[in-house]
């Protein structure tokens, strides 16, 4: 298993972009995450990508400013978060799982990165 190291995170301000990036092996991967988890708050899940084809699964708090995306050739997963807000703040996690059929529940996904800072400002 390729180690999960999550970069691109940083300080942006309301309504500003960040692209997250995560090196990831799929093999004997069957689904693709991310996570986040505000202090003091419970990890919560943002998007998944399942390696099955069935579609890219959103959260309700990110779909429609949110993407999430993966680079076969590089095996490298993204996301790109535009229209950020306040309440995105929060370290972001890449994780990836073979439990089928994908959900977005930690519980789900069995290696995870150590996670990079995401924090925006009003």
């Known amino acids: 298993q390729v180690p999960l190291v999550e970069s691109g995170g940083g300080s942006v301000q309301a309504g500003g972009s960040l692209r997250l990036s995560c090196p990831v092996s799929?093999?004997?991967?069957?689904?693709l995450g991310w996570f986040r988890q505000a202090p003091g708050k419970e990890r919560e899940g943002v998007a998944f990508?399942?390696?099955?084809?069935?579609?890219?699964f959103y959260a309700d708090s990110v779909k429609g400013r949110f993407t999430a995306s993966r680079d076969n050739a590089k095996n490298t997963m993204y996301l790109q978060m535009n229209s950020l807000g306040p309440e995105d703040t929060g370290m972001y996690y890449c994780?990836?799982?073979?439990?089928?059929?994908?959900?977005?529940?930690?519980?789900?996904?069995?290696?995870w990165g150590q996670g990079t800072q995401v924090t925006v400002s009003s």
């Open positions: 990508i399942s390696l099955r084809g069935d579609p890219t």
């Open positions: 994780a990836s799982g073979n439990w089928i059929p994908c959900e977005l529940r930690k519980e789900k996904f069995d290696h």
């Open positions: 799929t093999f004997s991967v069957s689904c």
